[in-house]
C-alpha cells in the first residue's frame, strides 16, 4: 500500500491558480469564509508551509464549485 501526502508548495500553487481562474482575490476569500484576518489567504498562497484547514478546504470547495481533491496536490511517500 503507498501512502500519500499533501505536497504543501503545489497546493499552495494549485490555490493561487485556482483562485485567480475564479476571480477571487484575497479579500473576497476573507470575507466569503468570514475569516479574522487576510493574512490567512496570503499564507496559504505564499511563504511558509500552511495550507487551509480541513474545515476551510471544505469552505472554499463550496465556494469554488468543486471538490476538495481538484484543490490538492498529492506526492507518493
Given at each position: 500500500?503507498?501512502?500519500r ?26 470575507r ?8 490567512a ?37
Amino acid at each position: 500500500m503507498s501512502l500519500r501526502v499533501i505536497d504543501i508548495e503545489a497546493t499552495k500553487k494549485r490555490l493561487a491558480e485556482m483562485f485567480e481562474d475564479k476571480g477571487l482575490t484575497p479579500r473576497i476569500i476573507q470575507r466569503e469564509l468570514q475569516l479574522d484576518s487576510i493574512q490567512a489567504v496570503y499564507k496559504w498562497t505564499g511563504k511558509g508551509k500552511t495550507v487551509p484547514s480541513l474545515d476551510n478546504l471544505i469552505l472554499l470547495a463550496k465556494l469554488m464549485d468543486c471538490q476538495i481533491e481538484d484543490m490538492l496536490v498529492l506526492t507518493e511517500l
